[in-house]
């Protein structure tokens, strides 16, 4: 399968947004296949390689879904079930322990 290219936008203003509403001083999210990060830097995430699995789990769940889709079903998945049992979180936090989330992901 064709890698999914990823780029970062950092200092992005939609994680603000989410920051704030999550209480989070540091915060990364995807969107189609860009990772949004607030308050951390490129540098910083990327040497977190449990906070980088659990972004391309995300990535993939956008692939598999397409974005409106998956952003539908997730936000469907967070009203029921809140964020951390959200069954998109819960298979992004188990990617943390999977060195093979990685191997169709490339990030620009
Ligand atoms: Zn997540």
Redesign the pocket.
């Known amino acids: 399968m064709e890698k999914i290219k990823a780029t970062i936008r950092v200092d992005s203003r939609l994680a603000a947004v989410a920051a704030k509403r999550m209480k989070s001083e540091r915060l990364a999210m995807v969107v189609g296949t860009t990772i949004h990060l607030h308050g951390t830097t490129r540098e910083e995430f990327l040497s977190d390689i449990h906070w980088v699995r659990?972004e391309a789990c995300?990535l993939h769940q956008y692939r598999e879904f397409g974005t409106f889709r998956f952003l539908y079903f997730y936000i469907v998945e967070w009203i029921r079930k809140g964020y951390y049992n959200n069954h998109f979180?819960v298979a992004?936090r188990a990617a943390e322990r999977d060195p093979g989330v990685l191997r169709d992901v490339e990030i620009l």
Do not use: L, S
């Open positions: 659990h995300h979180e992004a």
